[in-house]
Structures are given as C-alpha cells and as structure tokens.
C-alpha cells in the first residue's frame, strides 16, 4: 500500500510541475501584451522581459536592439548593452519609425525582431550574464543585392555567398573579397549553385576568400572563355593558365569553359563541370579516373570528346544532351556507365564500349537516335532499364555472351530493329524489354531453360513473329509464364 501512495504522490508532483511551467509561460505571454510599449510614431520602444529588472530597448528605425538591466540596490549593476552590434540594420536612407518590431515566444530568453518592410526575421536572444551569451542574429540567412550579385550574410561568421547576380552585359565578373553590410565586414566565401547563369558572361575572377563553390555554380554560362583564380587562394587555383577552376587538395576540376585545358595533374572530372558550356571539344589528359554527374551535360556544341585509358568510371547524365557528339569511344579499364550517361545523344553514330565493362546503367543511351549498331562486350552481365530505349534506328543489336538481366524497358521502341538473338546465360528479361520492336521478325533464344519474363516483355510485337529455342525445349517454353503467348 506504502509503494502505491509513493507512486501517486511523485505522479501528483509531476503535474504540478508541468501546470507551473504553464502558468509561467502564461503569464509571461500576458505581461508582455499588456505591459509593452506601443506608439507606431515612437523611435524607441521597451520590452519587458520575465526577469523585473530587465528590459529590451528598440530603435524602430534601425533594428538595433539594446538590453537594459537596472536595480534598486546597487547603481553599479545597471547597464544598457547592444545585443550582437551598435551597427543599424539599414543605411539613413532607408530608416523608417516604425519599422522594426519585437516579438516575445514561449522561451525567457528569446524574441524574434521582424523587419515590417522586408520581412526579414532575426533571432534576438539575451541574458542575465551582462554581454555574456547575448546574440542578435538572423533567423536563417539574410538576402540582400548589392550592385549587381545578390548575397547571402552569415552575421554568426561574417561570411557571406554569393546566390544571384544580374545579366551584366559587359560579360566581365570580378568576385570582390570582402563587402560592407549592416556596419560589419563580411568575407565573401561561397557560390552557390545556379548563381551565374548569365549567357553573356565571358570572363570571371575569383577572389582569394572564395572557399566554396556549388556544382553547377556557372550553368550554362556558354560564351564564358576565361577563369582565373587569384594566386592567394588557399582552396581552388586554375594552375598552368587552364582556364578552369580546380580543388587543389583533390586534384578535382571543378568548372571549365569553352577554351579550358585540362592540366596533367588533374584526377577527376567534377559534377556539372562543364555543364552548359559551349565548349566544341574536349581533350580528357590521362590521370583522369572520374567523370562526375552531369559533367558534359546540356553541351550543344560539344563534336569531339577522346577519353583517357585512365578512365574508370562515367557517372550519371554525364555526357546527356550532347547533341552534336557524333562519336564515343570507352576506355579500356571503364567498367560502369551511369545513369543516362549519353542519354538523347541523338547524332551519335558509334558507340564502341569496352571490354572491362560490367554493366550498363539505367537510360545510358536512351534517345540516341542515330545509332545503328550496338555491339555489348564480352563482360556485360547487366543492360540497365531504359539503357537503349527509344534507339529508333538501331538495326542490329550483339548481345554478350555472358548477359544475365536485360532490364525493364531496355530496348523499347527500337522500331528498326529486325532480328535478335538472345544469348544462353540469360536469365531474366523484365518487363518491356523489347516492347514495341514493331518490325522485328526473328528472335532465336539459346537458353535451354526459359528465361523469366514478364507477359508484357514481348509486347507489340507482330503476331506472325519467328521465335526459335534450342531443341527438345519447346515444351518448357509453352508452359513457362509469359513465352506460352508466343510459343506456338
């Protein structure tokens, strides 16, 4: 009985604790409604807080926020302190009464400080520690255009990014260090990704406090012929005059343009490196392992890409909507082809992969409409799904001896296509395969035992269609899922 009386009683002292708490907040929220100052004509405003002998003070003009403590016992306790900066949030011209406002939340210890005109929010925190711990600091990040970039402030740091700039029709960016804001000096640290997207820019600066740069940073920028990075720069550098930006630590080519020459030294290809240029042609130097996503992509003007026999692999979308490209050929030691990797490469003729190849990523070559002939090396043991979907002229497919899966979609829609031969280690073929090859007559399977397939693998195709399986299998054809509709 003695354990029960515990229990209820630590449960009653919980409650009561909780409903405490509440009141507390309860009565903060309706002392600050009732007690803080109003006037939309006033300059300053006071703020009280929870504790009685503090207050925050508020130029409505400005947005410089004060804390005010007094006493009744010792003069020498009482203070006014800036929370953060003495620094006005806007210059003279643009300080307007009224403009800031204050705003208590369920916290002691923090308001929020809304900027009536912009809608900007600052976290504003204070403290009983005197200028111990006291912050005034934006809620997220402040926005703010400054010429012709518009910049991104970190007042915690007082770094700043680059997120936009306007079409300057001079073409010529220089990236300054440092810029002015609110009464403090920020550094200019980043560029975000889609920043310069400025057809007209040819040529750009990067400054010596630039320390990030977004993939996809220079998007489409395609008259963009000069970069250079300033010597004093301690994380990208454009060595031997190359006209590209690269990450010194890794070797990592970053951004290129239409006139950039990629040093010996450099070890990969970055995302979105080039993505967008106009750049006609591109030598790859040996050393190179990696080309990253989207690296070529959207290259309209891109002819002519020779490969390294370095290169190990070639990621997603990489050379996707290469318009122009006529001609691909896949080093030696390349055993993986991404994802849409030469996707809608509809001029491209010739493709020839390598023997190291394992597999071949969903979409690499969807849409390449031009291609006529496809030999799969020896190696490949996996088509992706989509891998030659929509291929329309493709007259003549060799598939590998060792294929296993024939992924979903892989080759619809290759109306051109005549005649297959499936090979003997086939496993699988999924849905879609081969859907919608309108004019292809012939298939001869050499599996003894029937490949998995779905009822739609084969669909679309011509009824009088020729299929042919090794002999003596016919009876397991007919009775497997999906070949009984075209087993005869």
Request: one cysteine or more.
């Amino acid at each position: 009985m003695k354990k029960y009386s515990v229990i209820v009683f630590l449960g009653l002292f919980l409650l009561l604790c909780v409903f405490n708490i509440q009141a507390q907040q309860t009565e903060q929220r309706q002392f600050l409604d009732v007690h803080h100052s109003v006037g939309p004509n006033t300059n300053y405003k006071l703020y009280p807080t929870f504790n009685m002998y503090t207050f925050l003070k508020l130029d409505t003009r400005y947005g410089i926020v004060t804390q005010v403590q007094y006493t009744t016992d010792n003069d020498s306790k009482e203070f006014e302190t800036y929370l953060d900066s003495p620094y006005p949030l806007v210059p003279d011209s643009e300080a307007v009464v009224g403009r800031y406002e204050l705003y208590p939340t369920s916290n002691y210890w923090t308001f929020m400080l809304l900027d009536q005109i912009t809608g900007k929010i600052y976290h504003v925190q204070w403290s009983q520690k005197g200028n111990e711990g006291i912050w005034h600091i934006p809620l997220c990040t402040m926005e703010e255009w400054k010429d012709d970039m518009k910049f991104k402030f970190d007042s915690e740091h007082l770094t700043a990014n680059i997120s936009d700039v306007l079409w300057n029709m001079s073409g010529n960016y220089v990236i300054p260090s440092e810029i002015n804001y609110a009464g403090n000096h920020y550094n200019i640290v980043g560029i975000e990704s889609g920043s310069f997207t400025d057809p007209y820019m040819t040529s750009i600066v990067i400054s010596k406090t630039i320390r990030k740069i977004d993939k996809g940073a220079f998007y489409r920028c395609n008259r963009l012929d000069s970069i250079v990075v300033v010597e004093d720069n301690t994380v990208y550098d454009s060595r031997e005059g190359c006209n590209a930006i690269i990450e010194t630590s890794t070797n990592k080519l970053i951004c290129g343009c239409n006139t950039t020459v990629i040093p010996q030294d450099v070890t990969i290809i970055g995302s979105n490196a080039f993505s967008g240029s106009g750049i006609k042609s591109i030598v790859i130097p040996i050393g190179v392992q990696s080309i990253g996503d989207y690296a070529f992509f959207d290259c309209n003007n891109l002819v002519s890409v020779v490969l390294p026999d370095s290169l190990r692999s070639i990621n997603e979308n990489a050379f996707q909507w290469c318009r122009r490209l006529s001609e691909i050929v896949i080093p030696s030691k390349v055993d993986y082809i991404g994802k849409g990797a030469f996707a809608n490469c509809d001029n491209l003729t010739s493709i020839t992969l390598s023997d190291s190849l394992r597999m071949i990523g969903e979409d690499a070559f969807r849409g390449c409409n031009s291609l006529s002939e496809l030999v799969i090396p020896s190696g490949v043991k996996y088509i992706g799904a989509g891998a030659f979907r929509g291929c329309s002229n493709l007259t003549s497919i060799t598939l590998s001896d060792s294929l296993r899966i024939i992924g979903e979609d892989a080759f619809k829609g290759c109306n051109s296509l005549s005649e297959l031969v499936i090979p003997a280690n086939v496993k699988r073929i999924e849905t879609g395969a081969f859907a919608n090859c309108k004019n292809l007559k012939k298939i001869e399977i050499q599996a003894t035992v029937p490949p998995i397939i779905e009822e739609t693998t084969f669909e679309g195709l011509d009824k009088k269609i020729l299929i042919t399986v090794p002999a003596g299998t016919a009876k397991h054809y007919k009775r497997a899922n999906g070949w009984y509709l075209l087993i005869n």
